[in-house]
């Protein structure tokens, strides 16, 4: 299974009104510094594998994209819809909505 299949398997396990980081998504399809691949394979597959890419935020609680595609306007909708709080400001309670997963290899 190659890096993008591992991120993938790891966003579908995201259940909703959770959310985690890049990090934590590269860090659990074993590439801990591939935090920017994993936000280049969800812009690329999402819609494809229909993927809950609302979920991945960055490592401050921040919604970060800057996609056109998928703007942070409509990032926070999904995410309020969820049950997610967000702030005015694009800011997500990691300690109260954070999802770490599982922090052993995928199986």
Known sequence: MNFKDRVIKVVRQIPPGRVTTYG???ILAGMPRGSRLVGGVLHFNSEKYNL???RIINRHGFISTTCLEHPKQAQKALLENEGVEVSEDFIV???????RGRENKLT
Do not use: H
């Open 52 to 54: 809950p890419w609302q």
């Open 93 to 99: 309670d990691l300690k109260k909505y954070g999802w």
């Open 24 to 26: 934590t998504v590269a």
